[in-house]
């Protein structure tokens, strides 16, 4: 699909699928350069235009991006989540003062993480997702597997020791919280 046409596409998906209830995974990733950043920031905002046009929420990713991503951000009012947050408690701030949610992954229990782990503990429970990132990002006990839905336990698991809260709370309330964001009915 060349050019603009996949914006035409995208649009086309998300009108016509009854399923389609968010804009992504889309954003920024500086980690290995494998599209000029320009291209990556010119796609994002165009993408980031399509879900205020849709009224969809966005999932957003960022890797090694954080300052050009929270600029885009910036610039749209949308909603939605910034998954397999990363970035550092100052960031997770300025997300969450733009009225996004923040995912967690397995990254949480891993021995070294502590900039998750500070994120983390700044985010609201109202505005906390676990995930999954799959198949990366298996947590602590698993590392090196596979990730999928059924490790989510292990994560909740870490981020009720952060909050302070039983793991069945973290898990209702992250599964009540995806549900209002992408409108996922009961």
Do not use: W
């Amino acid at each position: 699909m060349a050019g603009s046409d996949y914006l035409r596409y995208l649009e086309r998906a998300a009108r016509e699928n009854e399923k389609a209830v968010a804009v992504g995974e889309i954003g920024l990733d500086y980690h290995y350069d494998f599209s000029p950043r320009a291209v990556q920031k010119a796609v994002f905002e165009e993408q980031m235009a399509l879900a205020e046009a849709l009224d969809l929420p966005v999932i957003i990713h960022s890797r090694e991006a954080s300052a050009d991503t929270l600029e885009i951000v910036r610039r749209h009012r949308c909603r939605g989540v910034v998954h397999c947050f990363s970035g550092s408690a100052e960031t997770a701030r300025e997300y969450l003062k733009l009225g996004y949610h923040i995912g967690f992954t397995g990254s949480v229990t891993f021995k070294n993480a502590k900039k998750p782990v500070e994120a983390a503990a700044q985010v609201p429970l109202k505005r906390l997702l676990v995930e999954t990132d799959c198949p990366y990002m298996a947590p602590v006990p698993l590392r090196g597997k596979r990730c999928d839905s059924r490790m989510i336990p292990h994560t909740a698991a870490r981020l009720a020791e952060i909050k302070g809260v039983e793991v069945e709370e973290i898990l209702r309330v992250t599964n009540e919280n995806a549900r209002r964001l992408f409108a996922i009915p009961e």
